[in-house]
């Protein structure tokens, strides 16, 4: 089978015996770099030393099904540089191609940056969106968060230590200046910071420079209260449009939490 192996994504003391009892009698090691993969297998003192196989962004779809090929016969193991494997890192198309060959994936279960992050940030953990790495160039990246501005869900991103400035003051206008943000530095690590603040203000702490890995926690929306009378105009547009009145107001029900019987007996009111 395939096994995707989470790894720590700092302090190799977060490393599980599940992880060092497998790369302990691993045949095959598929890795996001090698280098690294030698360095995590001597920091544990493993002193195995399975066959090492570089899949990274570049190469991951043409030996996918070299890879798949050799998990039915023997246990492949794959490893990110830090952290669960397929999340912003290589194994999705591996994943793929495994699941279309009907070859077995499993996983061992470790560190994560994302979920470490928001259980530290003191915002809400109970509904969440990971929303990976946010564009390189501004006009994207504000275009993209624009995109999120109304998600009531708290919102998890990655962000290089060189770009967090101009991507939080892009947070800040597209998101608003007081919208609650909390930036995750060298989580695990030595140097392990979480600092708090309002968009605005984490931009302004961000431009004299930061260092390190980074994980940008960003509060949902707050929920606005809806307009009944705007609602009911809504949904007598959506009908005018062809929309049927009880699939037009259950649309608008779901988006604005307004009771879709109340809205359909509105629009039903108008109609007569």
């Not at 501004?138 to 101009?166: C, D, K, Y």
Request: glycine letters at 8%; proline letters at 4%; hydrophobic letters at 50%.
């Amino acid at each position: 089978m395939i096994i995707l192996a989470a790894t720590p994504i700092g302090n190799l003391g977060d490393a599980s015996r599940r992880l060092v009892e497998v790369l302990g009698s691993a045949t095959v090691v598929a890795a996001e770099d090698t280098r690294v993969a030698q360095r995590l297998l001597a920091g544990l003192g493993v002193t195995n030393r399975p066959r090492l196989i570089a899949l990274h962004d570049h190469n991951e779809r043409e030996r996918a099904g070299e890879l798949v090929e050799l998990a039915r016969d023997e246990d492949v193991v794959l490893l990110s540089d830090a952290g669960m494997p397929t999340v912003s890192d290589p194994g999705f198309h591996l994943v793929e191609a495994a699941a279309a060959a009907g070859v077995a994936v499993t996983a061992l279960p470790g560190p994560s940056a994302v979920l470490t992050a928001l259980a530290v940030s003191g915002l809400p953990t109970d509904r969440f969106t990971f929303e990976g790495f946010l564009p390189r160039k501004q006009g994207e990246r504000l275009a993209t968060l624009r995109a999120v501005s109304s998600e009531s869900r708290t919102m998890v991103f990655f962000e290089s230590p060189n770009r967090l400035a101009a991507s939080l003051a892009d947070i800040a206008t597209a998101l608003g200046d007081d919208r609650r943000v909390v930036v995750c530095r060298e989580l695990t690590k030595l140097y392990e910071e979480v600092r708090r603040g309002t968009a605005a203000e984490l931009a302004a702490w961000a431009a004299e420079g930061v260092r390190g890995e980074i994980v940008i926690v960003v509060a949902g929306a707050p929920a606005r209260e809806a307009d009944p009378e705007a609602a009911v105009e809504q949904v007598v547009a959506l009908v005018a449009a062809g929309s049927r009145l009880k699939e037009a107001a259950a649309e608008v029900a779901e988006a604005t939490g307004l009771s879709k019987r109340d809205l359909y007996q509105a629009a039903l009111a108008r109609r007569s």
